[in-house]
């Protein structure tokens, strides 16, 4: 029997979809069509190989979500998030050790959130902006960290609680949980960002009449919709 060829993963539909951006380009270059720049030329290769790298590691959703796999891979990982899906749903009841647990993360989890709540609104405001404000502030520059660590230390709390956690070693293997469920995830990011960059070199979209604001959209929403395959 024949094998038959199905494109199903999102890393071979963003390659072809920048192989075809790459054609378009060039028939939009040589048709003269407004602004368009071809890839499929000296500065069009030039440009690659200066930005590809950049636009990757500069990608706006690469660490933010590098920082969460941190302290989302030890809720998955400690079996807090289980729990309280479970018991949410009515699944199961918990046992004397888990509902001490619990109740531990809970009380970790709301002095963490005391201390966040004090150093941004505490009188000297050592991690609010020049000008007072939470808004472009360090505490927001660096919400994500605050946000992976508040959930990972609640997390490490209530698998210390059940006796699931017992050295360093358990934590780090929580902490790489998501990174090894996802791992394909971040080959994905490549592609996407990749097909995006080239995009915006060669003005296709503006060509096309479609907004710049429409398309960062864009690329924000497929950057974060592979999140959904698990590996």
Known sequence: MKNRIFIVHPQTCFFLLTVTLFFL????????????????????????????????????????VMVLFFGGGLWVDSGLGKTCRDLLRGKKQASHRERHALWMAAAAGGIYLGICMLLAWEPEGIVRSAVGTLAGSPFMAGIWCIV????????????????????????????????????????????????????????????????????????????????????
């Open 25 to 64: 380009s060039w028939i939009g270059s040589v048709c003269g069509w407004a602004g368009v720049q071809s890839l499929l030329s000296a500065e069009g290769l030039r440009w690659i190989l200066r930005h590809i790298a950049g636009d990757y590691v500069g990608s706006p959703v690469l660490f933010p």
């Open 148 to 231: 992976s660590l508040g959930i990972g230390s609640t997390s490490v709390v209530y698998a210390y609680a059940v006796d699931f956690y017992r050295s360093d070693r358990d934590i780090i293997r929580g902490m790489s949980c998501l990174f090894i469920r996802h791992a394909s995830y971040f080959v994905t990011l490549f592609f996407v960002v990749l097909f995006f960059s080239s995009l915006a070199y060669t003005r296709l979209a503006a060509c096309a009449g479609v907004s710049g604001e429409v398309v960062e959209w864009l690329y924000v929403i497929c950057s974060l919709l592979p999140l959904l395959e698990r590996d």
